[in-house]
């Protein structure tokens, strides 16, 4: 159901290149100032140390970091930066894909702008696969981004929902479904 990456006890922050070498150039400091940083806000989180991977600094933590942690940390680094913070990006938690399917929907309707995925960042295009030839219904591929912990996915994945006059369903599935198909057109 979903690709091995990062941890989830990581905190991202994209930066440019020369902003990343200052950074970890005092990086011991860094992670002694977010600590308190974090201790002074009550979080149980701690920062254990600070590397660079893909590009982005990473900071990985003893736990899943919270919003407000994550604002923390956010605060921190863009005033320890103060003359590049405009550089920097949000900070953000690793991601992974998520591989669903909606089962019991209409070929005929082609609805590829369905409501359940308004606040969901599609990872491709919706792939659209007619369950026969004769067949007027069609089973839905949707591969999603989302936290590493699936908050998203888990919110949508058994619920049922209207499409027309069809009731349908998303179902979590493994990332290679068990019939074969063209890379290119899906089919």
């Not at 990456?5 to 977010?34: E, F, T, Y």
Request: proline share 3%; net charge positive; glycine share 4%.
């Amino acid at each position: 159901m979903t690709t091995k990456g990062s941890s989830c006890k990581q905190v991202i922050v994209p930066m440019n290149s020369k902003a990343a070498g200052r950074l970890l150039k005092n990086s011991n400091m860094h992670v002694i100032n977010i600590n308190r940083a974090l201790k002074n806000i009550k979080s149980k989180i701690m920062a254990d140390f600070i590397c660079i991977e893909d590009k982005d600094i990473v900071i990985s933590t003893n736990n899943v970091v919270s919003p407000s942690d994550l604002q923390e940390i956010e605060k921190y680094i863009k005033s320890s930066l103060a003359n590049n913070s405009d550089k920097i990006s949000s900070l953000r938690l690793p991601q992974s894909k998520f591989y669903l399917k909606i089962v019991g929907i209409s070929y005929v309707n082609k609805q590829s702008n369905l409501y359940i995925f308004n606040n969901i960042a599609l990872a491709s295009r919706l792939r659209i696969i007619k369950f026969s030839l004769k067949s007027d219904m069609a089973i839905i591929w949707i591969n999603i981004w989302d936290t590493q912990n699936g908050s998203k996915a888990k919110s949508i994945i058994n619920q049922h929902f209207n499409v027309g006059s069809f009731i349908t369903m998303v179902c979590g599935v493994n990332m290679n479904p068990s019939v074969p198909q063209c890379k290119n057109c899906w089919k």
